[in-house]
């Protein structure tokens, strides 16, 4: 397979904003201020600036607080119709569904995707960087709905409409009323799905069309979106809630995980792409519907390189209760980090309110 060069994937990305719509959107016609927004989107950072994406819990209180706030801004700026946020989420289901979903591309397109829409959160608050949901974590929660990840201070309700958090009675574009439904169908990932993933060697092991269903990164994080509800349960709509893109960067950082167990089994993952592909979407000279960047080049190794890279899942610290957070714990007789659990009041939570309170050491 040709190596991509950085050129490549991102001189070829900047184009004129006419043949960037004939390439994402060649059945409907997208607003041109849209266009040459997308196309500002795509560019490097400066060398050696290397972004940091955290877990969730592991941000502090102003890098959570700035995330929140660079969304609701995007959300709020109708420069863009209908406002940039609700632009750059319909992105995920206009005419790029085919290339992004069921196939190889799925990892890459959606890797191109967040650091489109992480550039976007830039532009509001500088240093933004999306944050990954280990959703490990909750699964080992008796109830996940009360986990802290639902309460006011990070993504709002985990049932009905949500009506707490940051982004509390928001609306979507089509879809109604931002709305969860956590628990009533499907599953979260578990550190069984993990170790199965990264026991395969290709990424033909781990994605669509051919890979087994126990390490098959596309499907277990579909029955997260399901697990989820309402609108992230659904391509269409997934996107317009921001638990979408959080949940997305956590099978970034899996794959990059897998991209570097690759390297030190001899395989170059840049090089690494199935010969049998199933779409024709997903054919490696096929256009990825983002800019003029093709297939191939979801796997380009740049992106770690020179954009961001993943901080390592939380673990039990040795003589600790924590796991470097206020907000998870660790349960010592798994060796697991959990997080904290809401009170019974609506939307109220305490540090010291622990799921299983003799499970944890001092």
């Known amino acids: 397979m040709p190596s991509i060069t950085v050129s490549l994937i991102f001189l070829l990305a900047v184009i004129p904003y006419c043949d960037l719509q004939a390439q994402v ?9 849209f266009l040459r927004w997308l196309n500002s989107l ?15 819990r592991m941000l502090t209180d102003m890098e959570r607080n700035n995330f929140h706030l ?89 049932s009905g409409q949500v009506v707490t958090g940051p982004f509390s009675y928001w609306s ?12 009533n169908s499907r599953r979260l990932m578990n550190p069984g799905d993990l170790t199965a993933i990264f026991s395969r060697r290709l990424i033909a092991d781990i994605s669509n069309p051919n890979a087994p269903e126990s390490s ?18 659904r391509i269409e709509s997934a996107s317009y809630d921001p638990l979408f893109y ?14 570097n167990l690759q390297r030190l089994s001899g395989v170059d993952p840049a090089r690494d792409f199935p010969r049998i592909v199933g779409e024709q979407a997903h054919q490696p000279l096929a256009s990825m519907g983002l800019g003029r960047l093709l297939v191939i080049d979801g796997i380009n190794n740049i992106f770690t390189q020179r954009i961001y890279r993943c901080e390592s899942r939380p673990a039990c610290i040795m003589n600790s209760n924590t796991c470097g957070s206020p907000y ?30 003799g499970f944890f050491a001092g």
């Open 25 to 33: 959107a060649p059945n409907r016609s997208l607003d041109p201020s």
């Open 216 to 233: 098959n990164l596309e499907e277990l994080h579909n029955d997260v979106h399901v697990y989820v509800g309402e609108q992230m349960s």
């Open 42 to 56: 795509f560019y490097l950072p400066p060398e050696g600036e290397l972004r940091v994406r955290k877990e969730y």
């Open 246 to 259: 959080i949940h997305h960067a956590f099978i970034d950082c899996i794959w990059e995980e897998f991209r």
């Open 70 to 158: 660079a969304i609701r801004l995007l959300k709020m700026d109708t420069s863009v119709p209908p406002n940039k946020f609700d632009a750059l989420a319909s992105l995920h289901h206009l005419n790029t569904a085919e290339a992004a979903h069921g196939g190889p591309n799925f990892l890459g397109w959606h890797r191109v995707y967040l650091v489109l829409c992480e550039n976007a959160l830039r532009e509001k608050i500088a240093n933004v960087t999306i944050p990954y949901w280990d959703n490990t974590l909750e699964e080992a929660l008796p109830d996940p709905r009360q986990s802290i990840l639902f309460s006011p201070l990070f993504m709002g309700s985990a």
């Open 328 to 357: 998870l714990r660790c349960d010592w007789t798994r060796q697991r980090c959990m997080p904290l659990i809401m009170s019974s009041g609506p939307g109220m939570f305490s540090r010291s309110q622990w799921p299983f309170p």
């Open 172 to 183: 979507t574009v089509g879809y109604g009323q931002l709305a969860r439904d956590v628990g």
